[in-house]
């Protein structure tokens, strides 16, 4: 991320000129208020998701029973024990203290801590969506920005069409047509990949176990590409094709530049800041897991685990999924802001 | 275009480098040689705790791994010896004495009378124990242990005692166990007395059980057991398919037909264990008798509920609701599966698809046709328009809905439908009695009396919203009175009459109305299974069946070291675990090359 900071020149131009010093002190000022938001919308996030998960229908206790005869002194003990018997008002305080803790809780369905669970998930979670963005981004990146720079080609409406249509095909669906392609196989074309956890049950160990994992990333993570790239691709194609009509471009090229290099060294940086908080904004979500992938392809992640305790249902696990999520993606959205900020001396003087 | 000839062909050599790597990594794969049964499986595990532990596969692993003091005999489903080789009843029918076999836990130390004695006595006196099968104790006044016997001592009679649900846990093991309620006994090997021992769990990924060398009919066939745990059923099916797993039991008609005609796998299509029906509302009431819910008037009427039966084609319903997977339902609740107890109307009292006859019985209950063809309330005050509370999630409902719209349209009845989600569901139509009909369905055990206990008034809730578990808000005098009857009757075929006649009861009055019995929809790898018995043996269930005895009777081809990885096509093995190096490669060319080229730009 060093190079746009390093040829921002032209945009500075195009802006006009600013005040490098107070402008570094301003990021720093623009950031602390940043976080104050992001810490008052986490405060807000906590509340609202004791109260939203509390609206929702059905009782946990007989959710839990699923359908048993329970006797009233084995629900008062469930009751009990799940805290559900004291005041709404002190289990809201309750909540809030193990929360700010970090304790979120038990699960009713699996008896654990949330925080334990959550932890179990996290690392396929960032695994197979970290693994799915990088790609994601690098791919929507440089095709967005082929097509962006030879806009109206063949290349280019190839692209848009088939990131369009990618885009607009279900997840679920092209996660089971994959499924069928590429781990049964049709025809002639035999089955390629597992299509089911991150391990084989009986996986071995070292290198192959590797080789295991990455097996099983392969369609979960081309699922995951598929359907999220086309943004990145679409963002940096029409913020290029906005920074190639202008005057710095035109100069550049009249200095005698190679077109590479002009598209390298001065268009690309600029047209990389709206992406760059799609990124940002992306990261936050990519903590949540990708539910449906994950789903589709029994992935052990946080999107499984949420998917689960929606299932149940669940509601501390729930709850403390839905605020991981949220925080990260508060936290994500905050950083973009401030990084945003400090790329783009536009914001600055703004 | 030259560059990406280059970079494809790159591409190919690292596939087939890492081909290389996993074949020699498959050919040192531990599995190889060993007999392994895969199951798969789509609902997760919710506790490896016996106590805890309420899920349909949770108990099916269980069962695998533990001894119970009876199992259904594979023959007959009659309760026949297991942990308890012998038994004896007091006159009374209040003391029962239960020789517990000479046999050893999966660690080497004996089985006991005590080991039982513990499990019943933890779960009589602690609630969290009580969590998973609190009901079969309920009536235990004591339980005591002398040597190798085991006497329980009743409140009551109770004639189902030989079907008791609970697993006999190791004293030695599990009594320094304090919290049970927060206790998930992941603890492995696990120290059982069943056919199979757990030595792995990874939650919502798989379970691993091995045989169990001390188990006392004998070790079973195979070395290994594996649940396989799949979120989305088509992925199971899949999964099957492509011979990732080798037995799959619970499918639906679609995921059962997708299946039919593949040459490697046996669709197993059989009677089942469940009855669909519909739940009336016919006057929801709390167990002090307090009127309940919202549930329409019209519906308190006999005459009323019976014209709705005569006004369905249940072997329609079959055909097309089903895919022709099911029986129509002549009966109850009770599904053909179960012989010795199954009940079906005949004659008079037999109810068949005649909606003139529905047409009938309403005009003369003073159910007037209005100028809109919909019926109205002998008083002209209300209309009669049901709503038909279904699941969101269940496709297959949404068409049973449709056609049932259909069916009641036919004689002047209006059907909405009312879509819930799973724990609404369960409120409205268990406890608040917040719908007219309603879909409903049980799997029923060997021994119906769990299921028509479900029917009594004392199920119905509390007036505080507490306890209950109804499936019907009924509340019969006769039906009572037949129920409290079985529970005394020790003799088995008197009993069986019993229970026969409380299932009429059930259909004549109507309170619900069995549209069908589902099959049991199963498949299994043929190139794999090399023999199982299904449970009842003629022509019975495997996964889907109560007891372990498909699975202990099971054998299967042991894995070669060629396929060992995935168990499908070899080429499964030398193709996957390739994306990883492919991906590393594929960019470090793909850098490369755009390195040398910026150094080209510098240079120019």
């Known amino acids: 991320m060093t190079t746009p900071l390093e040829s921002a020149e032209p945009a500075v131009q195009a802006a006009g000129p600013a005040d490098d010093r107070p402008a570094r002190h301003g990021t720093l000022r623009y950031a602390a208020s940043k976080a104050g938001g992001a810490l008052f919308s986490i405060a807000m996030v906590i509340v609202g998701t004791f109260f939203v998960f509390r609206l929702l229908p059905g009782d946990p206790v007989r959710n839990l029973a699923q359908g048993r005869n329970m006797t009233p002194a084995q629900l008062d003990l469930e009751r009990h024990r799940l805290g559900l018997d004291k005041p709404l008002i002190d289990q809201f305080l309750d909540f809030v203290g193990k929360t700010l803790r970090l304790d979120l809780g038990t699960s009713y369905e699996y008896k654990r801590p949330v925080l334990d669970l959550i932890g179990e998930r996290l690392g396929p979670t960032l695994l197979l969506t970290g693994t799915g963005l990088a790609i994601a981004v690098s791919l929507g990146i440089w095709q967005g920005t082929r097509a962006g720079w030879r806009h109206g080609t063949r290349f280019d409406r190839f692209s848009t069409g088939a990131s369009l249509v990618l885009w607009s095909v279900p997840t679920f669906w092209l996660g089971l047509l994959l499924m069928m392609v590429l781990g049964v196989g049709i025809g002639p074309i035999p089955g390629l990949f597992p299509f089911r956890g991150i391990e084989s049950v009986d996986a071995p160990d070292g290198f192959a176990y590797v080789l295991d994992v990455a097996s099983h990333m392969v369609l979960p993570c081309l699922t995951l590409v598929a359907v999220v790239y086309a943004q990145y691709l679409l963002v940096m194609r029409s913020s290029l094709l906005e920074e190639v009509s202008q005057d710095y471009i035109t100069v550049a090229r009249a200095k005698g530049l190679r077109d590479d290099e002009v598209r390298r060294r001065h268009a690309v940086p600029n047209a990389l800041l709206p992406t760059v908080t799609l990124v940002f904004m992306r990261i936050g979500f990519v903590v949540g897991g990708a539910v449906t992938v994950e789903t589709i392809y029994t992935w052990p992640g946080l999107g499984q685990l949420f998917y689960e305790a929606v299932r149940v249902p669940d509601f501390t696990l729930m709850q403390g999924t839905f605020l991981l999520i949220t925080v990260a993606v508060i936290v994500m959205n905050t950083l973009a802001d401030v990084v945003y900020h400090f790329l783009d001396p536009r914001v600055r003087s703004a | ?604």
């Not at chain 2, 691993?208 to 057991?225: C, S, T, V």
């Not at chain 2, 068949?352 to 009938?360: C, G, I, S």
């Not at chain 2, 056609?403 to 409120?427: A, H, N, P, R, V």
């Not at chain 2, 030398?574 to 960019?587: T, Y």
Request: charged content about 25%; hydrophobic content about 35%.
């Open chain 2, 1 to 604: 275009m030259r560059k990406w000839l280059a970079r494809l062909a790159a591409l190919g050599v690292a596939v087939l480098i890492a081909g290389q790597g996993t074949t020699a990594a498959l050919a040192q794969d531990p599995s190889a040689g060993k007999k392994i049964l895969k199951v798969g499986a789509t609902q997760a595990m919710d506790s490896m705790n016996p106590f805890l532990a309420v899920r349909l596969v949770s108990t099916s692993i269980h069962r695998w791994m533990y001894g119970y003091l009876t199992v259904p005999d594979s023959k007959t489903l009659q309760p026949s010896p297991d942990l308890a080789e012998s038994w004896t009843t007091s006159p009374d029918g209040l003391t029962w004495t239960f020789k517990i076999r000479q046999a050893k836990w999966s660690d080497g130390q004996p089985i006991t009378a005590d080991d039982a004695a513990w499990t019943f006595n933890k779960m009589m006196t602690d609630e969290a124990a009580k969590t998973a099968n609190g009901p079969a104790v309920e009536n235990f006044e004591s339980v005591t242990a002398n040597g190798q016997d085991l006497v329980i001592k009743l409140k009551a009679p109770q004639a189902s005692m030989l079907e008791n649900p609970v697993p006999i846990m190791p004293k030695h093991v599990w009594e320094s166990v304090t919290d049970m309620a927060n206790y998930d006994a992941e603890k492995y090997p696990s120290v059982s007395s069943g056919p199979y021992i757990a030595v792995e769990h990874k939650k919502d990924q798989y379970v691993k059980l091995q045989a169990n060398p001390n188990y006392w009919r004998g070790k079973p066939k195979i070395d290994e057991l594996q649940v396989i745990f799949y979120d989305n059923p088509q992925a199971a099916i899949a999964g099957l398919k492509k011979g990732d797993i080798d037995l799959i039991g619970r499918l639906s008609p679609p995921e059962f037909e997708a299946i039919q005609n593949d040459p490697n796998i046996e669709a197993w299509n059989t009677q089942g264990r469940r009855a669909a029906y519909l739940q009336i509302n016919h006057g929801a009431t709390t167990n002090d008798g307090k009127p309940l819910g919202d549930g329409h008037p019209a519906l308190k009427d006999l005459k009323v509920r019976q014209a709705l039966h005569y006004a369905i084609d249940k072997q329609k319903l079959v055909d097309e609701v089903q895919n022709g997977l099911a029986k129509p339902a002549d009966g109850s609740i009770v599904p053909p599966l179960y012989k010795d107890w199954f009940w079906e109307a005949t004659g008079e009292e037999k109810v068949t698809y005649d909606p003139a006859k529905a047409n009938q019985i309403l005009d003369d209950a003073g159910y007037k046709k209005g100028a809109d063809g919909v019926r109205t309330m002998p008083d002209g005050k209300r209309k009669l328009e049901f709503r038909f509370s279904i699941h969101t999630d269940t496709p297959i409902e949404d068409k049973l809905a449709e056609y049932l719209t259909g069916f009641f349209k036919e004689i002047g009845i209006t059907l909405t439908t009312k879509k819930l989600d799973s724990s609404k569901f369960t409120e409205e139509t268990g406890v608040t009695g917040l719908f007219d009909i309603a879909i409903s369905g049980w799997s029923v055990n060997p021994d119906p009396e769990e299921v028509l206990a479900t029917h009594l008034c004392s199920r119905r809730p509390a007036p505080n919203g507490e306890g209950g578990g109804t499936e019907s808000f009924f509340c019969d005098d006769t039906f009572e009175k037949l129920y409290q009857e079985q529970l005394k009757e020790l003799d088995r075929p008197k009993r069986v009459e019993l229970i026969k006649q409380m299932q009429e009861r059930l259909y004549t009055q109507a309170p619900i109305i069995a549209i069908y019995y589902t099959n049991d929809l199963e498949g299994y790898r043929k190139d794999k299974i090399t023999s199982i018995t299904p449970i009842p043996e003629d022509k019975g269930l495997l996964y889907g069946g109560s007891g372990y005895w498909p699975f202990y009777t099971v054998d299967v081809k042991a894995t070669s070291a060629a396929s060992a990885g995935g168990g499908g096509g070899s080429n499964t093995g030398l193709i996957a675990g390739i994306v990883g190096v492919v991906v590393v490669l594929g960019l470090g060319a793909f850098f490369l090359t755009r390195r040398r080229k910026s150094t080209a730009d510098e240079r120019e």
